[in-house]
Structure formats: structure tokens, C-alpha cells
């Protein structure tokens, strides 16, 4: 990020943050919440390697039918608004290639570090390669092709390497009704989860252009690396929540230390933006700091959100909770984030993230507070 940004344009840098959010929010769409329902299908059945091949089957089934849909509206999307097929194409490229990936598969079957070193090696190499072929605005797709390139061969080795629990069964009419149901609560959770998290960035394009993106970009990302600290426990926690009896006087103290974690993660993370935008980024993206800022005074929230979700309200059940809050918090928070955006720019967008986290965090301690008391 940081030589991509001093090496292009803010415009040029900008334009590459658009596409990758958009190829990041499509895959919401296309996975279906599949991820979340192979990870804890494969928890329950963590022995029986026949269950877990056609459960990793069915995800895939359900992603491949989900990407041809995606590329059939986004093809007729596109004739109607006039936009361009290489933008259509790098979309559905960089898309494809996060629909492949096999993380879930990795978390679930406990061989989480294979993937990690996979993705480690790869990603040095790829670092290296941008670093000394990246000068100019012109080579801005040639940036993009490398990152997709990355995601490609990253996911398709991490699949050879589960190849023996890989299968292409055919499922019939009635066995993907049952799975879309199935997934479906989870698809609505994090499809609202991430209108707040991935979308931001292109209503910041939409309202104010390529150069604002990469200002509301680059503090995006800053803020990512602290909220993405708790990511990878994200899953861990579920795995072995679902399979322990909740105890609530242990969840609480894994609230409280969760939210601890999260100040300071806060503070850390404030020095770390003001060190880094003024020394690597430079001048030109000074506006960042304000932003990630504002950002980062949402990760004690999130940290102690995460906590309660993967281990209280997914293993007991009430996602539906989760679903039917996301439902009606959404529309609200959408009038925020367009709202905000409009008369405050990339700091109102920021704001109206900081709003949304802040809502989740009040109805989740609320829901706790209230189901406790009644055990």
C-alpha cells in the first residue's frame, strides 16, 4: 500500500480500492452464507470424513450456481448503464477468486497453518514483484492483474492440497432448497454486517470521485489491520463454542476482556496512524488520519460485538436474533451512511460506520444482559 501510493496517481489508487471492494461485496452475495454454514456443518461432523466431502460439495454447488447468476445480472447491469466490459471483467475475475477460497475448510478441519504458510509465501513473492514493477498510472492494471493472479493461486493450491476431501457430486431440486434455506439467515447477517464494512468505500466513490476513495481507502485499511486482529478468532471461537456447554459467568469474562483488547487496540492503533500517513504516505493523504480516527474509536465496540456473536449467539442458536436486528438496523443506518456521506464526505462516512457499530454493540449487551438474567 504504501509504495502503490506514492508510485500512482490518488486517482489511479483510488479507481484499484473501488474494484476490489466491489469484487469484495459481490462474494457476499455469492457466498450465501455458506461459509459460516460449511465451518459449523464441519464442526458437527469433524470425524466423518464422507459428511465433511459432501458438505464442502454442497458450499461449491451452491457458490457456482450463485457466480453464474451474479455474471448474468451484472452483464444485463451493464448494457443498461452503458459500463465497460474490462470493468466487468476485472470484477468477475477478482470475484471468482475469492469465491474459490477454502479458508472455512482450513478453520474447520483444524489445518488453519497450511494455508497460512501458503498464503505467506505467495503474497512475499507477489509483494516483492509490485514493489519493483509498479512506477506509474500506467501499469495501475497491471497491479490489478497481480492481485488477482494472487488470489488465484493462493486458493487453487490450498484446494490441491485438500483434493482427497474434494468431490463434485450433483445435488438435486430439493437438496439445494434445503441448503439455501439453511444459509440463508447467515447470508442476511452478512450482507447487512457488510454494509457497513465494504460499501462505505463505494458510496465514498459515488458521492465524491476516485481520489476521495483512495483518502477514505487508505484510512479504511489502517483501520482494517486492528479490526482484522480479531478476524482470525472469529471462526476459532465458533468452532469450539459449539461444541462446549455455555457457561455465563466464563462469558462474561470473555466480554470484558474482549472490550479491554479493543481500548487497546484503540490506542495503539491511533499512534500507529499518525506515524505511518506521516511518514510513508505523505502529505497528499493526510486527510486520512482524521478518518482512520474515527474509525478506529469503533474497535472496542466491534471487538466485544465479535466476542458476543461467535461465542454466545451463533452457538446457541439465535442467529435468527442477529438477523431480525440486522434487518431493521440496516435501512436506518443506510439513511446515516448516504446522508453523512453527502454533507460531510469520507469523515461522515466514517461517522456513520462508527454509528452502526456502536447500534450493534447496544442491542448485542442488551440481548445478553436480558438472556442471562432469565438463566
Same mark, same amino acid.
Given at each position: 500500500?504504501?509504495?502503490?501510493?506514492?508510485?500512482?496517481?490518488?486517482?489511479?489508487?483510488?479507481?484499484?480500492?473501488?474494484?476490489?471492494?466491489?469484487?469484495?461485496?459481490?462474494?457476499?452475495?455469492?457466498?450465501?452464507?455458506?461459509?459460516?454454514?460449511?465451518?459449523?456443518?464441519?464442526?458437527?461432523?469433524?470425524?466423518?470424513?464422507?459428511?465433511?466431502?459432501?458438505?464442502?460439495?454442497?458450499?461449491?454447488?451452491?457458490?457456482?450456481?450463485?457466480?453464474?447468476?451474479?455474471?448474468?445480472?451484472?452483464?444485463?447491469?451493464?448494457?443498461?448503464?452503458?459500463?465497460?466490459?474490462?470493468?466487468?471483467?476485472?470484477?468477475?475475475?477478482?470475484?471468482?477468486?475469492?469465491?474459490?477460497?477454502?479458508?472455512?475448510?482450513?478453520?474447520?478441519?483444524?489445518?488453519?497453518?497450511?494455508?497460512?504458510?501458503?498464503?505467506?509465501?505467495?503474497?512475499?513473492?507477489?509483494?516483492?514483484?509490485?514493489?519493483?514493477?509498479?512506477?506509474?498510472?500506467?501499469?495501475?492494471?497491471?497491479?490489478?492483474?497481480?492481485?488477482?493472479?494472487?488470489?488465484?493461486?493462493?486458493?487453487?493450491?490450498?484446494?490441491?492440497?485438500?483434493?482427497?476431501?474434494?468431490?463434485?457430486?450433483?445435488?438435486?431440486?430439493?437438496?439445494?432448497?434445503?441448503?439455501?434455506?439453511?444459509?440463508?439467515?447467515?447470508?442476511?447477517?452478512?450482507?447487512?454486517?457488510?454494509?457497513?464494512?465494504?460499501?462505505?468505500?463505494?458510496?465514498?466513490?459515488?458521492?465524491?470521485?476516485?481520489?476521495?476513495?483512495?483518502?477514505?481507502? &487508505?484510512? =479504511?485499511?489502517? !483501520?482494517?489491520?486492528?479490526?482484522?486482529?480479531?478476524? #482470525? *478468532? $472469529?471462526? %476459532?471461537? +465458533?468452532?469450539?463454542?459449539?461444541?462446549?456447554?455455555?457457561?455465563?459467568?466464563?462469558?462474561?469474562?470473555?466480554?470484558?476482556?474482549?472490550?479491554?483488547?479493543?481500548?487497546?487496540?484503540?490506542?495503539?492503533?491511533?499512534?500507529?496512524?499518525?506515524?505511518?500517513?506521516?511518514?510513508?504516505?505523505?502529505?497528499?493523504?493526510?486527510?486520512?488520519?482524521?478518518?482512520?480516527?474515527?474509525?478506529?474509536?469503533?474497535?472496542?465496540?466491534?471487538?466485544?460485538?465479535?466476542?458476543?456473536?461467535?461465542?454466545?449467539?451463533?452457538?446457541? &442458536?439465535? =442467529?435468527?436474533? !442477529?438477523?431480525?436486528?440486522?434487518?431493521?438496523?440496516? #435501512? *436506518? $443506518?443506510? %439513511?446515516? +451512511?448516504?446522508?453523512?456521506?453527502?454533507?460531510?464526505?469520507?469523515?461522515?462516512?466514517?461517522?456513520?460506520?462508527?454509528?452502526?457499530?456502536?447500534?450493534?454493540?447496544?442491542?448485542?449487551?442488551?440481548?445478553?444482559?436480558?438472556?442471562?438474567?432469565?438463566?
Amino acid at each position: 500500500m504504501i509504495h502503490v501510493s506514492q508510485a500512482l496517481s490518488v486517482s489511479a489508487w483510488g479507481e484499484i480500492l473501488l474494484f476490489q471492494s466491489l469484487s469484495l461485496f459481490s462474494c457476499i452475495i455469492i457466498f450465501f452464507g455458506t461459509d459460516v454454514y460449511g465451518l459449523r456443518e464441519i464442526s458437527k461432523f469433524s470425524s466423518n470424513s464422507k459428511k465433511i466431502t459432501e458438505i464442502i460439495s454442497q458450499v461449491y454447488h451452491i457458490r457456482i450456481i450463485n457466480f453464474l447468476f451474479y455474471l448474468l445480472i451484472a452483464s444485463l447491469l451493464s448494457l443498461l448503464n452503458n459500463i465497460s466490459l474490462n470493468s466487468i471483467l476485472i470484477t468477475a475475475s477478482w470475484t471468482f477468486a475469492l469465491v474459490i477460497s477454502p479458508l472455512w475448510i482450513y478453520i474447520g478441519l483444524g489445518k488453519l497453518k497450511l494455508f497460512f504458510f501458503t498464503e505467506l509465501l505467495t503474497k512475499t513473492i507477489i509483494i516483492i514483484t509490485i514493489y519493483l514493477n509498479v512506477s506509474s498510472d500506467i501499469q495501475s492494471n497491471f497491479l490489478i492483474f497481480l492481485l488477482i493472479i494472487t488470489n488465484y493461486f493462493v486458493n487453487s493450491l490450498s484446494l490441491f492440497f485438500l483434493k482427497k476431501n474434494i468431490s463434485f457430486s450433483v445435488f438435486g431440486l430439493n437438496e439445494i432448497k434445503r441448503i439455501y434455506k439453511k444459509t440463508t439467515p447467515f447470508f442476511l447477517i452478512q450482507f447487512c454486517a457488510n454494509i457497513f464494512t465494504t460499501f462505505p468505500i463505494l458510496i465514498v466513490g459515488l458521492t465524491s470521485g476516485a481520489a476521495q476513495a483512495a483518502i477514505f481507502g &487508505n484510512a =479504511e485499511r489502517l !483501520f482494517r489491520i486492528f479490526r482484522s486482529l480479531y478476524s #482470525p *478468532l $472469529n471462526r %476459532i471461537v +465458533l468452532k469450539f463454542s459449539v461444541s462446549r456447554k455455555i457457561d455465563n459467568k466464563e462469558k462474561k469474562k470473555e466480554f470484558m476482556l474482549a472490550a479491554i483488547i479493543g481500548i487497546v487496540m484503540f490506542f495503539v492503533g491511533s499512534l500507529f496512524v499518525f506515524f505511518f500517513i506521516e511518514n510513508f504516505l505523505g502529505p497528499k493523504y493526510k486527510d486520512s488520519i482524521n478518518v482512520s480516527l474515527i474509525l478506529l474509536a469503533a474497535i472496542p465496540f466491534i471487538f466485544t460485538t465479535n466476542q458476543i456473536l461467535h461465542s454466545y449467539i451463533y452457538p446457541s &442458536n439465535n =442467529e435468527l436474533f !442477529f438477523m431480525k436486528t440486522l434487518l431493521w438496523l440496516t #435501512p *436506518l $443506518n443506510i %439513511i446515516f +451512511l448516504f446522508g453523512l456521506s453527502y454533507f460531510i464526505g469520507s469523515h461522515g462516512t466514517a461517522l456513520s460506520m462508527l454509528i452502526a457499530e456502536l447500534s450493534l454493540f447496544i442491542i448485542f449487551f442488551s440481548f445478553v444482559k436480558t438472556k442471562f438474567r432469565s438463566t
